[in-house]
Structure formats: structure tokens, C-alpha cells
């Protein structure tokens, strides 16, 4: 019954049935899910917007990924599929984004659930401005090392890149005492790491007063709290 609903959302044909149960019963039986549950993953994904030779492609990751993160499948194809649709990532690639959350779960106080839901926040102002998704969830981990995590990690740094981008004029921000160039010549969003770095090195020496003051011309309230968290890492920890 399950797998009849996974056929039906996927849109896939008689012959996909047969690999996708195929699937289940060679992925499910070794793990701790049990078939019906591997199935209910499946689904998830079809839900997602994946066919059915993409959940085939991506049952092996999802299931890596929900006993890693002690996740249902459900809410760990719910994630996956999440990012990708935020970050135009395309469907054969869903090892590769299940590779980087576990990447920066296992190199950052946070896990893989709170970091699906600050992606909800931060991720499409992220890609939006072209940021990659190990971009993205660097900042986030950083955000997570200094106790913030969930929805108020993804606020603070859409808070940041918003308040970076309203304060852009000929591709840089104006901080007083130094600025930072945001865009390249070609008008595209350099990397935020790089960005990071150049603020770091622009406050470097300053005293606690001017490094506010420098900060606070450009990030308000909710993005100066995250910058700050941000700073305090550091653009090393972030690489």
C-alpha cells in the first residue's frame, strides 16, 4: 500500500514500482528502519518533487542520514528535499547535500534537524545572493558553537546579508573606518568567507567603542548580534 502511494506520487511507471520496492527491501532490511518505514521516506521525497529514479539514487544517503542524526525518514527526506528545492540543487545530487550536512553536524555544536530549520530562515536569502549551501551552513555552525541554533540562527543571518546588501553603494560597504567590498566585478556576491574576513580585518585593533560604532553604521539589532557571533568564531573556524 505504501509503495502504491509512493508510484503515484512520483509518477512512476510499473517498471519504477519494481525498483523502488526493490530499493526498500535491499536498503531497509540492513538498517534499523524497517521497510514500511524506508517507504515512508520514499514518499517524502515524492513529495519533494523527486521521480523515481532519483529516490532511488537518494534512499541510500537519506538513510545514512536519519540513522546518523537519530531522524525519522521522513523528517530526513523532508530536509534533504527542502534544501535542494531552496538551492536549485539538482536531484542526483542528494548524497552530495546529505555529505554536507553531516559535514558540518559532526564540526559544529548543532544538529542536522536545527540546521533544517535556520535553513528555512537564511537559505533563500543565501541563495538568492548566490551562496552555496557549505557557505550557508558554515555561518550557521559558527552561529550554533555560540548557542544559536533553529529559527533564531536562520534569522540572525538573514539579518546580516539583508543589512550587507540594503548598505551596498558601487559594490562595497562604508564602515567608517574601513570598508568591504560585497560584490566583484562582475556584480556577483564574493564569498562569505572572504567578506567575513575583511570585516575581521577591518575591526582588528579597535577598541571595543569603535568596533561598535563601526558595526553598528551598518548591522541593526538582530543582524549586529549575529555578526558579532560570527566574529567571534572566526574566519579561520569558518574555513
Given at each position: 500500500?505504501?509503495?502504491?502511494?509512493?508510484?503515484?506520487?512520483?509518477?512512476?511507471?510499473?517498471?519504477?514500482?519494481?525498483?523502488?520496492?526493490?530499493?526498500?527491501?535491499?536498503?531497509?532490511s540492513p538498517t534499523?528502519?524497517?521497510?514500511?518505514?524506508?517507504?515512508?521516506?520514499?514518499?517524502?521525497?515524492?513529495?519533494?518533487?523527486?521521480?523515481?529514479?532519483?529516490?532511488?539514487?537518494?534512499?541510500?544517503?537519506?538513510?545514512?542520514?536519519?540513522a546518523a542524526e537519530?531522524?525519522?525518514?521522513?523528517?530526513?527526506a523532508g530536509i534533504?528535499?527542502?534544501?535542494?528545492?531552496?538551492?536549485?540543487?539538482?536531484?542526483?545530487?542528494?548524497?552530495?547535500?546529505?555529505?554536507?550536512?553531516?559535514?558540518?553536524?559532526?564540526?559544529?555544536?548543532?544538529?542536522?534537524?536545527?540546521?533544517?530549520?535556520?535553513?528555512?530562515?537564511?537559505?533563500?536569502?543565501?541563495?538568492?545572493?548566490?551562496?552555496?549551501?557549505?557557505?550557508?551552513?558554515?555561518?550557521?555552525?559558527?552561529?550554533?558553537?555560540?548557542?544559536?541554533?533553529?529559527?533564531?540562527?536562520?534569522?540572525?543571518?538573514?539579518?546580516?546579508?539583508?543589512?550587507?546588501?540594503?548598505?551596498?553603494?558601487?559594490?562595497?560597504?562604508?564602515?567608517?573606518?574601513?570598508?568591504?567590498?560585497?560584490?566583484?566585478?562582475?556584480?556577483?556576491?564574493?564569498?562569505?568567507?572572504?567578506?567575513?574576513?575583511?570585516?575581521?580585518?577591518?575591526?582588528?585593533?579597535?577598541?571595543?567603542?569603535?568596533?561598535?560604532?563601526?558595526?553598528?553604521?551598518?548591522?541593526?539589532?538582530?543582524?549586529?548580534?549575529?555578526?558579532?557571533?560570527?566574529?567571534?568564531?572566526?574566519?579561520?573556524?569558518?574555513?
Amino acid at each position: 500500500t505504501q509503495m502504491s502511494r509512493v508510484q503515484a506520487l512520483s509518477g512512476g511507471t510499473a517498471q519504477d514500482l519494481e525498483a523502488l520496492r526493490g530499493t526498500v527491501l535491499e536498503r531497509g532490511s540492513p538498517t534499523q528502519f524497517s521497510a514500511t518505514q524506508a517507504a515512508e521516506g520514499m514518499e517524502a521525497l515524492a513529495l519533494g518533487g523527486l521521480n523515481a529514479s532519483q529516490i532511488v539514487q537518494a534512499m541510500p544517503g537519506l538513510l545514512g542520514l536519519a540513522a546518523a542524526e537519530q531522524l525519522s525518514l521522513g523528517s530526513a527526506a523532508g530536509i534533504t528535499t527542502a534544501i535542494m528545492n531552496t538551492f536549485g540543487i539538482s536531484a542526483d545530487q542528494a548524497g552530495t547535500v546529505v555529505d554536507q550536512l553531516l559535514s558540518v553536524s559532526s564540526n559544529a555544536a548543532v544538529g542536522v534537524d536545527d540546521i533544517g530549520k535556520s535553513l528555512e530562515y537564511a537559505g533563500p536569502a543565501a541563495a538568492a545572493l548566490g551562496m552555496s549551501l557549505p557557505e550557508t551552513t558554515a555561518a550557521l555552525g559558527l552561529m550554533a558553537n555560540q548557542g544559536i541554533k533553529g529559527s533564531q540562527a536562520g534569522t540572525a543571518l538573514g539579518a546580516v546579508l539583508s543589512d550587507l546588501t540594503a548598505n551596498v553603494q558601487d559594490g562595497r560597504v562604508d564602515f567608517g573606518a574601513f570598508a568591504v567590498d560585497i560584490y566583484d566585478a562582475q556584480g556577483q556576491m564574493r564569498p562569505f568567507g572572504d567578506i567575513l574576513r575583511d570585516i575581521e580585518a577591518g575591526t582588528n585593533g579597535m577598541s571595543d567603542a569603535q568596533r561598535n560604532a563601526a558595526l553598528s553604521s551598518v548591522f541593526q539589532r538582530q543582524s549586529l548580534r549575529g555578526v558579532n557571533v560570527l566574529l567571534a568564531e572566526g574566519s579561520g573556524k569558518y574555513d
